[in-house]
């Protein structure tokens, strides 16, 4: 059974820094694509950051560019979201998923991850 754990999330004043953990569970032998994404009420799920399997290909959407840095332990099976420079409007829950791959890529498609976490709420206050 797969099951992908998130913890991090917090309160924070806009311009500090905190840093989300996921782990994933189940997938011991096979390669998988992390994504991290959030979500506010009333909009739809986006996609915040994806890694590749190996770590060597990351993805970010612009608005949070040169701020957060996804990152992976592949021996510990977890997947991290260092945010730095944090602004009210990263406000949101944040989900992290994980999709089975046979090669190092990234997924950027949503509907292509097949496990979800449960979510961590990120507040950050002006």
């Known amino acids: 059974q797969v099951q992908v754990v998130e913890s991090g999330g917090g309160l924070v004043q806009a311009g500090g820094s905190l840093r989300l953990s996921c782990a994933a569970s189940?997938?011991?032998?096979?390669?998988?694509?992390m994504g991290w994404f959030r979500q506010t009420p009333g909009k739809a799920r986006a996609l915040v950051a994806a890694i590749s399997w190996s770590g060597g290909r990351t993805w970010y959407t612009d608005s949070v560019k040169g701020r957060f840095t996804i990152s992976r332990d592949n021996a510990k099976n977890t997947v991290g979201l260092q945010m730095n420079s944090l602004k009210p409007e990263d406000t949101a829950v944040y989900y992290c998923?994980?999709?089975?791959?046979?090669?190092?890529?990234?997924?950027?498609?949503?509907?292509?991850?097949?496990?979800w976490g449960q979510g961590t709420q990120v507040t950050v206050s002006s």
């Open positions: 189940g997938l011991t032998g096979r390669m998988y694509a």
């Open positions: 998923a994980a999709h089975p791959v046979s090669t190092s890529v990234y997924v950027t498609v949503g509907a292509d991850y097949d496990y």
